[in-house]
């Protein structure tokens, strides 16, 4: 696995000398496999940084556990650490947010996540954004955006990286199954087990995943094709899905497709 996924950051070249990479580590499985890889892997990158960011959303009874289990191995391995919560940068807790609105858990949590990362990754001057996505949330992403009608946003990533505000995302266990990953960590002695973020049960992608682990154990491979193909898309797109430009939201400044930012966006609707 690790030889894989050496590989795809080469070929790829998502990361490249002088590179600060900043992982997003949520604690759980993927984001932990992935840097204890990287603080393999990048050992051998003199040049190369590496920090963590850790998000607390405000979730009781979850992620105090998860934070957790981030902190012992970022001083395990002795990277530097930043953990921002929802709270001093929405002013509340998702918990707080949520109250009423649980069956949108997933959507709202999701846009503010990605902005406080971006925030985080500024503040330490990261040059890339690593995120622990492995092939069957992407797999599953890319069904899920297929069932909403959702065409932006299945080429939506690829676009958006290419504009010069955003930090560049990169995945570098996307082509990495959960089952590889759950290996990874039992050989390294570092599978923890942890609590389940009690919105699990109002998320759509719960019941995607088990549609696809079921598909992909009839027929193995269709986790991969799935991926492969939203990536042709993309190569044939040329802009007729993704036309709009790249704009400056007017209330943050933060790059955006509309008017507003998805963050902005969501505080007005909550606010009403
Ligand atoms: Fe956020 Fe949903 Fe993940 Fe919970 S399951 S951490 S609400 S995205
Ligand atoms: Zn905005």
């Not at 009874?61 to 650490?81: K, M």
């Not at 998702?94 to 971006?118: H, N, P, W, Y």
Request: glycine share 8%.
């Amino acid at each position: 696995m690790e030889l894989r996924v050496a590989d795809t950051i080469k070929t790829r070249q998502l990361i490249v000398p002088q590179d600060h990479v900043a992982v997003a580590l949520s604690g759980g499985k993927d984001s932990t496999a992935l840097l204890l890889l990287l603080h393999r892997l990048l050992q051998a990158w003199e040049d190369v940084r590496l920090i963590a960011i850790t998000i607390d959303e405000g979730i009781a009874g979850y992620r105090e556990e998860t934070i957790q289990s981030a902190e012992r191995l970022t001083g395990r391995l002795g990277i530097e650490h930043h953990c921002i919560s929802f709270t001093s940068l929405f002013g509340e807790s998702l918990d707080a947010f949520l109250t009423g609105r649980e069956t949108q858990a997933c959507s709202i949590c999701g846009i503010m996540r990605k902005k406080a990362l971006v925030v985080g990754a500024q503040k330490a001057g990261a040059t890339k954004l690593a995120t622990g996505h492995n092939l069957d949330d992407e797999a599953q992403s890319v069904l899920m955006n297929i069932f909403r009608g959702d065409l932006s946003r299945l080429v939506r990533n690829s676009r958006g990286e290419s504009h010069g505000k955003f930090i560049p995302r990169i995945k570098p266990l996307s082509r990495i199954s959960e089952k590889e990953i759950a290996t990874y960590l039992l050989i390294n002695h570092a599978w923890n087990e942890l609590p389940e973020c009690p919105y699990t049960r109002y998320a759509m992608r719960r019941e995607v995943r088990s549609m696809l682990s079921g598909f992909e154990y009839k027929h193995p491979g269709t986790m991969l094709n799935l991926v492969e193909s939203k990536e042709k898309i993309e190569r044939c797109d040329k802009g007729s899905v993704m036309s709009e430009p790249i704009r400056s939201c007017r209330e943050c400044g933060d790059p955006c497709s509309g008017d507003l930012c998805q963050v902005c966006l969501l505080r007005q609707s909550l606010d009403r």
